[in-house]
């Protein structure tokens, strides 16, 4: 998706955050798909960042040969909340293409493609001889080339499946094919990827929360664990992948057990300490009661092969149904949220997809907020009522069946759920005094927000461990400390404000002083202020 580093950039540019690798949510996509005691829950909260994971979209073919493969996809993309392109395939909103051609390493297949508005998408399938497992494949080069001018990129990700001994995926992009277009589709390069788990033993059941583990397997070292916690319904995990300077692995995290049934977590995957550093956070809402059964496994995806071949396939999208049942309505509404204005100027509805695009820019204001998003969007159409994600530009809604005769319905999007990071005042701050390998705890406030802070120090650094007991308030994403007018911020935090989690632990480096001045810098506040806009 090329929207998911602008929408990770734009909603925790406050934070030092990186967005969470997208091979790494591919993989995990694939665990729950291949895993059929799979366990999730729908959620009141559901964190923008993970939900960009699955936006891929797939397309189905409807061939007889690939039925049952049809069948097992889509109860996969109804998991994966993907009902705008179930809906489009059982209009007969695509194109069959089934198309081959072959090259030294295998022979590829496009089954079909469907496109509107709101982009393309396209399934593939590809035979490729082996004599070693693979789960996955990756691809260095794919692209679509429109009528020998325009080239665009394209989103490929691909999974094996044993019924048909074949890889098989899809490619994306958010642009639409025109109609009646000649098209090349190039891919090549392809990276044959082994998914593989080893279970870390008394992680969270020891009483002694353990510093790190030693792996010593296909190129990773060991694992530091950072923090951990349980508070709101979450239990936390902080921690750091060590990676050989010689290594295969294109991605590696950790995932959950209980009982021997996997369990859902949302991940960010942090900016990289060190190249060879892996930093993550993980969270999962689970109760507090089953945290000790948690089981815990280090997963990575291994390359074990590599092909550099092209595939090069032509063929003409003729396919003009999607335009049909496609909607396009001009808006002009306008919100502010903190020092920010939205400014919705078109709703796009497709068989696939609604679309509510928006012009933001930043307004002149005296508050004291530095960030302002909401967590929940909902898009009302008549009685029907969609759920969305927030990309840099738009707002993202999955259909839930064809949407018809719209003029005479009322239209109107919900926001709610906001989180807002407020920059802390001159007065906020606490005295860390006789600062000492032995941890001291005080208690603050901010904003009337209780806070205690256990300072200590760790070597030459000190550690600074903020938490509240309210559950509205969002945690400190950041404090400073000045030394000699200079302006000091931690060298690592556990919470960079992604995660809804109220604990923060920072490191400042060399800090030699026994009383130091703490200062509040920035922290969030989990709010409501819910806003309806009627756009028709």
Do not use: C
Request: net charge negative; hydrophobic share 35%; aromatic share 10%.
């Amino acid at each position: 998706m090329n929207n998911m580093d602008d929408l990770i950039k734009e909603k925790v540019k406050y934070d030092q955050v990186d967005y969470p690798n997208e091979n790494e949510m591919w993989s995990k996509i694939i665990r729950k798909q291949q895993n059929q005691n799979y366990k999730t829950k729908k959620h009141s909260y559901k964190p923008q960042v993970i939900l960009t994971a699955i936006m891929f979209t797939i397309v189905l073919s409807a061939t007889p040969v690939f039925a049952k493969y049809t069948t097992e996809i889509l109860d996969w993309m109804r998991n994966m909340n993907r009902t705008g392109i179930i809906t489009s395939l059982e209009n007969g909103f695509g194109q069959e293409v089934n198309k081959t051609v072959e090259n030294e390493a295998g022979v590829l297949n496009i089954h079909n493609v469907i496109s509107d508005q709101n982009g393309t998408t396209i399934n593939f399938s590809l035979d490729i001889d082996h004599d070693y497992p693979i789960d996955a494949a990756d691809f260095e080069q794919a692209s679509l080339k429109i009528n020998d001018e325009k080239e665009i990129k394209l989103e490929a990700n691909a999974v094996y499946n044993q019924e048909t001994d074949q890889l098989v995926g899809i490619l994306h992009t958010d642009e639409g094919i025109p109609h009646n277009s000649n098209v090349t589709l190039q891919l090549g390069g392809v990276k044959e990827t082994q998914l593989k788990s080893v279970e870390l033993k008394d992680v969270v059941q020891s009483n002694a929360f353990p510093e790190k583990i030693t792996i010593n397997q296909d190129g990773i070292s060991h694992i530091e664990f950072t923090s951990n916690g349980y508070q709101n319904g979450q239990y936390t995990l902080d921690y750091l992948i060590d990676l050989e300077e010689s290594n295969n692995i294109e991605n590696a995290y950790l995932s959950y057990k209980i009982q021997g049934e996997n369990i859902a977590s949302f991940g960010v995957t942090h900016k990289r300490p060190k190249p060879n550093v892996i930093k993550s956070s993980d969270s999962l809402e689970i109760q507090k009661e089953v945290v000790e059964k948690l089981g815990v496994f280090l997963s990575y995806t291994d390359t074990v092969s590599y092909k550099p071949d092209t595939w090069s396939l032509d063929f003409q999208y003729n396919q003009d149904l999607a335009k049909k049942s496609t909607f396009v309505m001009d808006i002009d509404e306008t919100i502010e949220i903190g020092s920010q204005q939205l400014q919705f100027n078109e709703l796009v509805i497709t068989p696939s997809e609604v679309k509510l695009y928006f012009d933001e820019k930043y307004i002149d204001s005296n508050s004291n907020i530095a960030h302002f998003n909401y967590r929940q969007f909902k898009l009302r159409i008549g009685e029907q009522e969609l759920s969305g994600n927030n990309f840099k530009d738009y707002i993202s809604f999955e259909t839930m069946g064809l949407i018809k005769d719209i003029t005479n319905k009322e239209i109107s999007l919900t926001l709610n759920d906001a989180k807002i990071s407020y920059e802390a005042g001159k007065q906020d701050k606490v005295e860390l005094r006789n600062i000492s390998e032995v941890p001291k705890t005080l208690n603050a406030e901010l904003n009337g927000y209780p806070i205690d802070i256990t300072y200590y120090t760790k070597g030459n650094d000190l550690i600074v461990e903020s938490e509240s007991k309210n559950e509205q308030f969002g945690g400190i994403t950041q404090n400073v400390i000045y030394e000699n007018g200079k302006r000091i911020f931690a060298e690592t935090r556990s919470n960079d404000g992604v995660l809804r989690t109220h604990k923060q632990v920072e490191t400042f480096k060399n800090i030699k002083e026994k009383d130091i001045t703490l200062n509040f810098f920035l922290y969030t506040v989990n709010e409501d202020r819910a806003k309806t806009i009627v756009l028709q």
